[in-house]
């Protein structure tokens, strides 16, 4: 009787474990070399052969990232839902798990998840990104990739270093369209989902030719294809890292002791979640290089893959929560900041928000600008130039509480419905998990035949799918006096 544990991959053979009913799962398994010594700050390189039975019954450590956070002031700035602490990480990395639902007959449908953190911290490990309840959900074989952060996956020096975490991503991919036939996946059905960072990486993904037909159709949560650092800002901010490790040349990179990398590169980008994220903001991320990303991956979409793109109602609130009293500035600031979009008559869009929300208080404001600025309005953005290359695409929009109404639809609380983890938030109650279903239904859906259950997004019709709302459908972005001041 053949083992269903031991799976015999390009590189070797595997052994996993049990998981669930009669699943299996097999964690760190390498789909890169790891990117220490002189590969640090390099492409990912196909992994060795090995000979044997390798162990794949443990996860490995997740991606080095700094204990401080985004400021680099020793508090955690990454929304998360309880038990999701990172506590082994490693520069050793470049590892995937994969989680099989319990046998069937035909392939199933394959999800490679991308975890998200800013960019700067993460897991593709349990529990920051739990596959087993992934799987168990959805019925679908589920990888969790992991890629480099921060300075060490996107330290931009021209000619030398640049997009390294996505070319991590594209590496995990390729070994993913490769190996997943021997677990049971279907080869020629495979979704790449994310959240926040993950979904950002996506839509990075979706415009740059390394990454054309290595999945078949795409989820973003809370993220888009607008995050991109300008080329000069990278600059600038690799400039400001050499000068904070006190180094002389390049090379010298590739010697200095990790933890010095960790210990600085929180310190040359802002923490602020609107100065990360608006117009020239300082934040590691995916530049546009020419030649990993050969232009705005927007101007480059082909509309092949079929998108799901949703966003949270309320998706900045848990920043405004985490950053405290530091959020709400003065309405002139928070002006200077709307200007960043090129918004000529801010007082305009600030008086509309007011509106909008019933508040004049700055830092509702603020919160209710940078949701659209950063998620909501960038998602449509994506949507419409999918459409433009004649795509399709599908949106939804999560207006459900979880965590009660101070936090309210917020950034992450999507994972506690795909991760199964309402009750440790004490939100497993029928309304909250009727909302889980509805959301798990359409991932289901989706991951099946490209098609979540609702009619796909249409310009200025209700065709937004409302999860948790008291609508079935809704239009974004809503058509009122802020709409019509955005540019």
């Known amino acids: 009787m053949t083992d269903r544990l031991v799976v015999e991959t390009t590189e070797g053979v595997v052994r996993g474990v049990p998981d669930s009913g009669d699943g299996r799962c097999f964690g760190g398994i390498p789909f890169a070399m790891p990117p220490v010594g002189e590969l640090r700050f390099r492409p990912p390189q196909t992994p060795q052969r090995w000979s044997g039975v390798r162990s794949a019954e443990h996860f490995a450590p997740a991606p080095a990232q700094g204990a401080g956070g985004l400021a680099g002031d020793g508090r955690s700035t990454f929304p998360t839902f309880p038990t999701a602490e990172i506590t082994v990480t ?23 998840w991308i975890f998200g953190g800013g960019l700067e911290a993460g897991s593709a490990n349990p529990p920051y990104s739990d596959g087993s309840a992934l799987s168990r959900l959805t019925g679908a074989v589920v990888v969790t990739i992991n890629y ?20 991590d991503q594209i590496s995990a991919l390729t070994w993913v369209r490769r190996n997943i036939e021997r677990f049971g996946g279907d080869p020629a059905n495979i979704t790449v989902a994310g959240q926040s960072a993950g979904a950002f990486s996506i ?34 901010i690799a400039a400001d890292l050499l000068d904070a490790l006190h180094l002389d040349g390049l090379e010298q990179l ?16 802002s923490g602020d979640i609107g100065e990360r994220n608006l117009p020239g903001g300082r934040a590691w991320g995916p530049v546009i290089d020419g030649t990993v990303v050969p232009e705005h991956p927007l101007h480059a979409i082909t509309g092949d893959v079929p998108l799901l793109v949703g966003t949270t109602r309320d998706e900045v609130q848990i920043f405004r929560r985490l950053a405290g009293d530091a959020f709400g500035v003065p309405i002139p600031q ?42 909501r309005r960038p998602a449509i953005d994506l949507i419409r130039a999918q459409l433009a290359a004649g795509g399709t695409a599908h949106h939804f929009l999560l207006e459900d509480e979880p965590c009660g109404p101070q936090l309210g639809a917020f950034h992450g609380s999507d994972l506690l419905f795909l991760f199964d983890k309402l009750a440790q938030v004490d939100a497993a109650t029928p309304p909250h998990q009727a909302v889980q279903a509805t959301l798990i239904q359409a991932w289901k859906d989706f991951r099946w035949k490209g098609d979540p259950g609702w009619t796909p997004w249409t310009p200025g019709i209700p065709h937004s799918r409302a999860i948790g709302g008291t609508n079935d459908m809704v239009e974004e972005p809503p058509a009122d006096t802020v709409d019509a001041c955005w540019p």
């Open 90 to 112: 490693s520069e050793d990395c470049l590892y995937l798990n994969v989680w099989t639902p319990p046998p069937g007959g035909e392939p199933l449908p394959v999800i490679v």
């Open 148 to 167: 480099r952060l921060a300075a060490l996956g996107h330290l931009y020096l021209e000619g030398w270093s640049s997009n390294l975490a996505l070319q």
């Open 254 to 269: 590739q010697q200095v002791p990790l933890q010095a990398i960790l210990d600085v590169q929180g310190t040359v980008v």
């Open 334 to 375: 928070l002006h200077n900041e709307i200007r960043r979009i090129g918004v000529g008559d801010p007082a305009a869009l600030t008086d509309a928000y007011a509106a909008r929300i019933g508040s004049s208080d700055p830092a509702d404001l603020r919160a209710a600008f940078l949701t659209d600025a950063v998620y």
């Open 203 to 236: 839509g990075a993904l979706l415009g740059i030719p390394g990454a054309a037909g290595l999945f078949d159709k795409a989820m973003l949560h809370s993220g888009n294809a607008s995050r991109i650092i300008d080329r000069q800002v990278a600059t600038e």
